[in-house]
């Protein structure tokens, strides 16, 4: 059975970092690109980042460009996200996927899905 599982989230100052992980398990998804994704209340899930299955190109969202690095560890079938300068508005559930490239970075959409991990910013 394929499980991703994020975990790092927690609560934080504005200003402070986090780094999230997904860890997979099921399967090798050493061919795969992955993604993170983020949904606020009330408000449609949004692409956050993406890194293709060798680690050589990835993509963010502008919102997050420059404050948070997307990178995998195909040994340990994980991929994290290094979230820096942290604001209030980036506050949401953040997930991972698993996909190909385009359904990732382009379509907000995956193959493998998990159940996500709470980030808060306080001001």
């Known amino acids: 059975q394929v499980q991703l599982v994020e975990s790092g989230g927690g609560l934080v100052q504005a200003g402070d970092s986090l780094r999230l992980s997904c860890a997979a398990s099921?399967?090798?998804?050493?061919?795969?690109?992955w993604g993170w994704f983020r949904q606020a209340p009330g408000k449609e899930r949004e692409f956050v980042a993406a890194?293709?299955?060798?680690?050589?190109?990835?993509a963010y969202a502008d919102s997050v460009k420059g404050r948070f690095t997307v990178s995998r560890d195909n040994a340990k079938n994980t991929i994290y996200l290094q979230m820096n300068s942290l604001k209030p508005e980036d506050t949401a559930r953040y997930s991972c996927?698993?996909?190909?490239?385009?359904?990732?970075?382009?379509?907000?959409?995956?193959?493998?899905w998990g159940q996500g991990t709470q980030v808060t910013v306080s001001s």
């Open positions: 890194i293709d299955w060798s680690g050589n190109t990835t």
């Open positions: 099921g399967r090798t998804f050493s061919g795969y690109s």
């Open positions: 996927a698993a996909g190909d490239w385009d359904s990732i970075s382009r379509f907000k959409s995956g193959k493998y």
